[in-house]
C-alpha cells in the first residue's frame, strides 16, 4: 500500500447516517481510506476524543457581493473564506449578483476572478438573475449553467433586483430545461412596500418595525406563489432562509403533494427572536435581516421542521455589513429601518451553533447535524460525491472537531471583517481543532496556514432534484413545451386539461 500523505486516526467518523470509529488516510488532497487500523501516514494526527466530520458547505453567503440595496458588504474572498475556515467550512457557494442593466456573463467572470485569487478554501457561487432578457436567459444563463454553476437565485422582493411573475415564469421554465436548481428568496414585495411606508408616515423608524414591515404573512404569501408557478412546469425550487410557520406549513404541504420543493434554514432564525430588534435606539438594526427574526414559536417550528425533513439545509445567509456608515448606519443614528443593510454575519460561527444548540442540547443527532451542515448541501447543489462526505475518493475535506472544546464568541475573535457578531458572549461548546483542505492542515488550533488563491473552483453537476428525476406531469410537459415553443396543435402534448392533473 502506497504511504498516506496524511492519517487521522482513533477518531469517531460521521457521516449523514452513522458514526463510527475509523481511520481516514489521504493521499494529495483525496480521502483514499476509511478503515479501522491504517498505518501512520507522513503526518499522523491522533483524533483520540474528536469527531472527523465532513468540512461544512455553506451554500448560502454573501462574499463580496454588493446587496439589492446596494451596499458592499465588508468581507472580501479572503476575509470570508479564512473566517469559514476557522470554523470548520471547507467549502463556500457565494452569489455572482446581475445588477439591472449589467451582463450576466460580465458578473460571473469578475466574480470567478475575485474567487481565484483570494479564496482559500474551494468554492464555486450561485448566480442572483435580476433580467429576464433573452441573452441573459438563454446565454449567458445557459453557459454558466454548463460550466458547472447550476444554481441560481432570484428575488420576489427588493426594487433593484426583484423579478415579477412573469419573469419568474420565464425562469422556472429555463430551469426545468437546463435542469438548473432556482433558490428563491420569497417575500411580497407589495406588502412589505405598503406596511413600511405606513409606519415611516407615523413616524415609525426605529429597527423593530423592520420586523413589522416583513410580517410573516409576506413571506408565506410568495412562498405559496412562487410554489404554484413552479408546480407549472414540475420545476424544483429551494426556498432560501425560512423563517415562520406560514412558509413551513406551505412548503410542507407542497412536498406532501409531491412537489419538489425545498427549504434552507439560518442558525439566527433558530437562536435569536425579533425582541433582538428592540434593543435602545438604533442597536437593533445589528439584528435586521430578511426575512426577519420571528418569535420562539418560530424557532421551533423550524426545529421540527429539520427533524422531520421538511428542510433540507442549514446556511449561514452570511451578510458582512458593518455597524457603521458604511452598512447598517449610512444616515448614524437617523437611519430608519428601511435604509439600514439587511442580515448578519455568521460565517464562522455556523458549525458551532448548530453543534452546540442542535447536537449537544438534543435537538438533533450528529448525523443530521452533518446532513444539514454538509451532506446535503453537497446533494441538493451537485457537489457531491466530490464533497459532503468521508468517504474514499472524496476531497480530503474535514474538520476534527472538538467536542468539549469550549468558546465565547465575540467580534474581536472571529476572523470576519464586520466588526460584531449577534452571537457576542454567547459560549458555545464544540470547535474544530485541525481543519483540513482538499488534504492540507490550513487550521491547527486557532493558527491558520494557506495562502490567498489556494481554494480550487468545483465545478457543480446536477442538482438532487433532477437526479432519479421522476416522471413530469402531464401539466409539467404541456407546459415546459409552451415554454419552448413545441406545444402545437396536432403536437402530442398538446390537448393538456386541468382535469388530468
Ligand atoms: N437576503 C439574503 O439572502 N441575505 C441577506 C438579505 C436578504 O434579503
Ligand atoms: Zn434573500
Ligand atoms: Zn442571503
Known sequence: MQQFDLTIRHGLVASD???????????????????????????????????????????????????????????????ASVAAAHGGTTMIVPFAAQHRG????????????????????????????????????????????????TSFKVYMTYEALKIDDYQMLDVLALAARERALVMVHAENNDVIRWVSQKLLESGSTAPKFHGTSHVALAEGEATHRVIQLARLFDAPVLIVHVSAPDALATIGAA?????????????????????????????????????????????????????????????????????????KLPYGDATTFKQAANGMPGLEARLPLMFSEGVNKGRMTLPEFVALTATNHARMYGIAPRKGLIQAGA????????????????????????????????????????????GRVIVEDGKFAARAGSGRFVPRSTPLPFQNERPVSARGQFFRSLAIGEAREGHTSFGYSDRQN
Not at 40 to 60: F, N, S
Not at 259 to 285: I, K, N, R
Not at 411 to 435: F, K, N, Q
Request: aromatic share 8%; net charge negative.
Open 255 to 327: 412536498q406532501r403533494m409531491g412537489a419538489q420543493v425545498y427549504g434552507e434554514t439560518c442558525p439566527h432564525y433558530l437562536l435569536l427572536t425579533e425582541d433582538a430588534m428592540d434593543l435602545p435606539g438604533v442597536e437593533g438594526a445589528k439584528y435586521c435581516c430578511s426575512p426577519p427574526l420571528r418569535d420562539a414559536g418560530s424557532q421551533e417550528a423550524l426545529w421540527t421542521a429539520l427533524n422531520d425533513g421538511v428542510l433540507q439545509t442549514v446556511s449561514s445567509d452570511h451578510a458582512p455589513y458593518r455597524f457603521d456608515e458604511t452598512g
Open 102 to 149: 449589467h451582463s450576466l456573463k460580465q458578473a460571473a467572470e469578475e466574480y470567478t476572478a475575485l474567487a481565484t485569487a483570494k479564496s482559500v478554501i474551494d468554492w464555486s457561487y450561485h448566480l442572483i438573475v435580476s433580467e429576464t432578457d433573452s441573452k441573459t436567459l438563454n446565454e449567458d444563463l445557459v453557459e454558466q449553467i454548463r460550466r458547472g454553476i
Open 17 to 79: 447516517e452513522a458514526v463510527y470509529e475509523a481511520d481516514v488516510g489521504i493521499i494529495g488532497d483525496k480521502i483514499v481510506a476509511v478503515e479501522r487500523g491504517l498505518p501512520a501516514g507522513r503526518r499522523d494526527i491522533d483524533a483520540t476524543g474528536h469527531y472527523v466530520l465532513p468540512g461544512g458547505i455553506d451554500t448560502h453567503c454573501h462574499v463580496e457581493q454588493r446587496s439589492g440595496m446596494g451596499v458592499m458588504g465588508a468581507d472580501d474572498w479572503y476575509s
Open 395 to 438: 476531497d480530503a475535506d474535514i474538520a476534527i472537531w472538538d467536542p468539549k472544546h469550549e468558546v465565547t464568541l465575540t467580534a474581536s475573535a472571529l476572523h470576519d471583517r464586520v466588526g460584531y457578531t449577534p452571537y457576542e458572549g454567547m459560549t458555545v461548546t464544540g470547535w474544530p481543532r485541525i481543519v483540513v483542505s482538499a
